[in-house]
């Protein structure tokens, strides 16, 4: 079994993790029917609309 010979440095282990943090923020599109902000292609929560067809029934 393959055992390290030195001890990892810490910079040298933080280098190979650096990219852990780069989360994107969600992609938003207009809603079509209300222009709302949704993310595309999911049911817009304020409407119910997905496309022209209503899914979800929302109360005012």
Known sequence: MAVP???TSKARRDKR???LWKISAPTLVKCS???EYKRPHRVC???GFYGDR???KVED
Do not use: L, P, Q, T
Request: glycine share 6%.
């Open 5 to 7: 010979k030195r001890k």
């Open 17 to 19: 993790r650096n990219n």
């Open 33 to 35: 029917r209300c222009g």
């Open 54 to 56: 209503e899914v979800i």
């Open 45 to 47: 929560a304020s409407c």
